[in-house]
């Protein structure tokens, strides 16, 4: 498969505690975003990279959420000291560039207890 | 600030009635439009786009969507419907220096 992949897929911890999440892109592309979802919305952005260059960040984003693609090719996502509001789909997509069409993992469910 | 509004949550139609799904965004400037497709148990999937040209856009499997500058819309359309449109339907509009803003989503169910 030379999708995206993303893992885990599913991830329960306890409020408090950190994640991390991993993305795989598809090989050629440099341009990487991750998206957050919750029940009955849309996908709300949260931060991209070209290569290895974050670009932006949500300005809704907390500072217990940072991300990470250090050479350009995998990105993770980490948050800390989670709490119960961060359970969610937390989405990643790569594209070849700005307006191309992006391609989208399965996602990670997070469920904070 | 910006916003994309898709105005029915759940849509249930049978098969072979014809479909369109509203999409309406705030905006006033130069933007790119698209609609994604999420089937059950399946990763999102652009279905169509447009950027510019002819309103009028044509995606995969029979879609197609209407770009109306003055209403601010971008409704999706098929003609007839098959059980294996059932999926969820994203508006999504990206506006000149800002990322993709994104629907809440329309749940389209098709009964055989």
């Known amino acids: 498969d030379t999708g995206v992949s993303q893992d885990p897929r599913h991830k329960i911890t306890k409020r408090g505690q950190n994640v991390t999440f991993r993305c795989d892109p598809i090989s050629e592309h440099n341009r990487l975003y991750w998206y957050r979802q919750t029940l009955g919305q849309g996908p709300e952005f949260l931060t991209y990279f070209q290569n290895e260059a974050q670009l932006e960040k949500s300005r809704l984003l907390s500072d217990r959420f940072s991300a990470e693609r250090p050479k350009g090719s995998f990105s993770t996502l980490e948050i800390q000291r989670t709490e119960q509001g961060d359970s969610a789909m937390y989405l990643c997509?790569?594209?070849?560039?700005?307006?191309?069409?992006?391609?989208f993992g399965s996602g990670t469910q997070l469920s904070v207890l | 600030a910006q916003s994309v509004s898709q105005h029915n949550h759940h849509v249930i139609l049978s098969e072979a009635a014809s479909l369109e799904l509203g999409c309406n965004y705030s905006y006033g400037g130069t933007v790119n439009l698209f609609w994604y497709v999420q089937y059950p148990g399946q990763h999102l999937q652009l279905l169509l786009k447009?950027?510019?040209?002819d309103p009028l856009v044509k995606g995969i499997k029979g879609f197609e969507a209407e770009f109306i500058k003055s209403k601010f819309s971008f409704n999706l359309r098929k003609p007839s419907v098959q059980w294996s449109d059932t999926a969820e339907y994203f508006c999504?509009?990206?506006?000149?220096?800002?990322?993709?803003?994104w629907g809440a989503g329309t749940k389209l169910i098709i009964k055989p």
């Open positions: 447009y950027f510019s040209g």
């Open positions: 997509a790569s594209s070849l560039g700005r307006g191309e069409k992006l391609f």
């Open positions: 999504a509009v990206r506006a000149q220096h800002y990322q993709l803003i």
